[in-house]
């Protein structure tokens, strides 16, 4: 808007090639402690740094908004001196260092057996992001009984629908690549997409004073990941708004290929992503008086990740699929997908799975498209346990509720149980149990 932001734009580019650097010699420490990313990470990591190397978007975006806004100047000619002279040179160095790490790296996927001490360190991992004290072998075996009950309950929907020869994974991938639920894979079918998910946003808007007595004031947009990071970004994820509201939520959904995104399955992405799941979790706590700004802001996976599968089964509750039975199915899928979640990453980082292998029983346990399935095995892979924070958290979320509404019978109130885990911020899993029962005990 003004000088002073283009200033400031070219002060942070400047930082930005100091951070490389930062973000190298840390990275250098790992491999002089025989931590490496395995080869394929490196191989992704590799294609996307020489893009930002070869890129002059960075200095182009900033010469156009300049002269739309007519600020005397070259500030491109400046941003691209700043490219030239000190990013350019900073990713050079980081190119080279994870070229080293390719040509030391395995093929391993899991960290027990690629990294040092990978015995206690994945533990430590999974109760990090769980916040249980659920072993790898026990979230393992969660994960398979998840899949086998998840995977019945979804048999029956498909047969409904005409899907009935197969196995469930089978049949739900035969779904997905149906045309008939499929969106152009062009400018206009993105539009379409993006254009449905507002249409659902607002219809489960609608619905939520019926469970919650505190709705977020700040909203929440739906937008298209940039095409720029595609490559390496989530297939779908949450932004929130900043602290004083001025800026909204985002609801971000990656659309590199419209064909990973039946229409089936986005009612259920739409209510994890914004209302009622993250974006409600995250900006009630934001706005809630009386809460410390630590709790406001700190996070927790399985409570985050638990709240918003647990919002996709509100969805379900609210009766929003029953004019849309197929949206139901991909309601189930959604669940089988975080079970199969469990599977995989404690099939990699405990019991030795190959990637391929993970890869492998996603696609075949899901019936998502390999390309969906690869891009998230790879996060799995560099994200150890975070994947497991899903449905553990939503279980917790769901035995909790039950629980407290058998001990209060007709005293329950589902506003009420909202407001007891919500309003106070994110906590570990073990911390809620107790608030829920403080929560009970006030209303017994």
């Not at 890129?55 to 400046?78: F, P």
């Not at 975080?338 to 405990?350: C, F, K, L, P, Q």
């Not at 019991?351 to 391929?356: C, N, T």
Request: hydrophobic share 40%; net charge neutral; glycine share 10%.
């Amino acid at each position: 808007e003004t000088k002073a932001d283009a200033e400031a734009y070219l002060a942070r580019l400047n930082a930005f090639a100091r951070e490389i650097d930062h973000d190298t010699a840390r990275a250098r420490a790992d491999v002089g402690r025989g931590v490496l990313p395995p080869d394929f990470v490196c191989d992704k990591t590799l294609a996307q740094l020489k893009d930002l190397r070869g890129s002059r978007g960075l200095a182009a975006n900033l010469g156009r908004r300049a002269k739309e806004k007519g600020l005397a100047g070259d500030w491109e000619a400046r941003a691209n001196a700043l490219l030239d002279q000190k990013v350019g040179p900073a990713l050079d160095r980081q190119i080279a260092l994870v070229a080293e790490m390719r040509a030391r790296t395995s093929h391993d996927a899991g960290v027990r057996g690629r990294v040092p001490n990978g015995d206690a360190y994945y533990p430590m991992c999974l109760r990090f992001q769980t916040s249980t004290k659920l072993t790898p072998d026990e979230a393992h075996e969660l994960g398979l009984a998840q899949v086998a009950e998840l995977s019945a309950a979804a048999d029956g929907l498909l047969k409904a629908e005409g899907y009935a020869q197969g196995a469930v994974g089978a049949r739900l991938k035969a779904m997905g690549e149906d045309p008939k639920w499929l969106y152009p894979n062009t400018d206009a079918g993105r539009a379409q997409l993006l254009s449905d998910l507002n249409g659902q946003v607002e219809a489960m808007r609608a619905r939520l004073p019926e469970i919650f007595a505190h709705l977020p004031k700040t909203p929440v947009e739906v937008r298209r990941v940039p095409p720029a990071i595609e490559l390496g970004a989530p297939n779908g994820y949450s932004q929130s708004g900043s602290l004083d509201g001025t800026r909204p939520g985002a609801y971000y959904i990656n659309l590199k290929d419209t064909a990973i995104w039946p229409k089936w399955s986005l009612p259920t992405l739409t209510y994890h992503e914004s209302l009622p799941g993250h974006h409600l979790q995250g900006t009630l706590a934001l706005e809630a008086e009386g809460t410390p700004l630590l709790l406001k802001t700190l996070g927790f996976n399985a409570y985050a990740e638990g709240w918003a599968l647990y919002a996709e089964q509100l969805g379900d509750e609210l009766g929003m699929y029953r004019n849309f039975p197929a949206g139901r199915i991909g309601y189930l899928q959604s669940f089988l997908f975080r079970a199969v979640r469990i599977v995989v990453d404690t099939g990699m980082h405990w019991k030795g799975w190959s990637r391929e292998k993970a890869a492998d029983y996603m696609a075949e346990k899901t019936g998502r498209a390999m390309g969906a399935v690869n891009s998230e095995i790879d996060r799995y892979v560099v994200w150890p346990g975070q994947a497991c924070g899903y449905k553990i958290g939503h279980l917790e979320f769901v035995r909790l509720r039950e629980a407290a509404r058998a001990k209060l019978g007709s005293r329950f109130d589902i506003k009420g149980f909202h407001d007891a885990v919500l309003l106070g911020g994110a906590m570990p899993l073990e911390v809620m149990g107790r608030v829920v029962d403080g929560w009970v005990a006030s209303r017994s």
